[in-house]
């Protein structure tokens, strides 16, 4: 079983759609995790860290279910510049680096 | 502005040429990674770096030789290589292993 695995889409989507995606993890020990997003031919950035509590930040919601071990990132009203491959990271003990899942593709279209 | 450039932006080199890329973080880092990411495919992790030692080779090839000089500077240094190996080369840093990465905007390596 992978470390961190993601639907690897595509999701294609109308403007203005709400969209999720979830990130499984299996390591029940993994202490941090964040959403990244790449665009095409470009560096992963940083989009978002997940708390334990859930976090928003604008129209973009991560969430945390460590019972199920897995993270969601819900896109509200989406737009024309979302479309990205988002990244799922997560962290499995403070000594380690972080581990990226291999991406969901998103198309925001018009 | 990430804080971490690299630097060429694009290489085109020969099987037999030997080039190195190099990596330079702004943001006080002890971290610091190379990635290769070929084309549609997800991030591979190469080479980790913490205070200066390296703490991780994934089974990379020794034609792939990386050099962390200091926690600001990282290179990968490349000779021999194979067409295969033409990929985008990303280089990232984080404050500790754990914390989050920012990168740098990549070398676009082609071998001929």
């Known amino acids: 079983r992978k470390e961190v695995e993601q639907d690897p889409g595509p999701f294609n989507v109308p403007e203005g759609a709400t969209v999720a995606f979830n990130c499984t993890y299996s390591?029940?020990?993994?202490?941090?995790f964040f959403w990244y997003r790449q665009d095409c031919r470009k560096e992963p950035k940083l989009l978002m860290s997940v708390y334990s509590s859930g976090n928003e930040d604008g129209r973009f919601t991560a969430q945390l279910n460590r019972a199920s071990q897995y993270i969601s990132l819900l896109i509200r009203d989406s737009k024309l510049s979302d479309s990205a491959t988002y990244l799922c990271v997560v962290n499995e003990g403070s000594a380690r680096q972080l581990t990226f899942g291999s991406g969901t593709q998103l198309t925001v279209l018009p | 502005e990430t804080g971490v450039t690299q630097t060429p932006r694009h290489l085109v080199m020969g099987m037999t040429n030997k080039k190195s890329l190099k990596c330079e973080q702004h943001l006080g880092h002890n971290a610091m990674y190379w990635y290769k990411q070929s084309a549609k495919k997800p991030l591979e992790l190469m080479f980790v770096y913490s205070l200066e030692e390296r703490v991780e080779n994934n089974s990379v090839p020794s034609r792939f030789s990386p050099e962390c000089p200091n926690s600001s500077h990282l290179f990968l240094h490349l000779h021999t290589l194979q067409p295969e190996d033409s990929a985008l080369y990303l280089c990232?840093?984080?404050?500790?292993?754990?914390?989050?990465?920012?990168f740098g905007p990549g070398t676009r390596l082609t071998v001929t």
């Open positions: 990232a840093s984080s404050l500790g292993p754990s914390n989050e990465q920012y």
């Open positions: 390591n029940s020990a993994s202490q941090s």
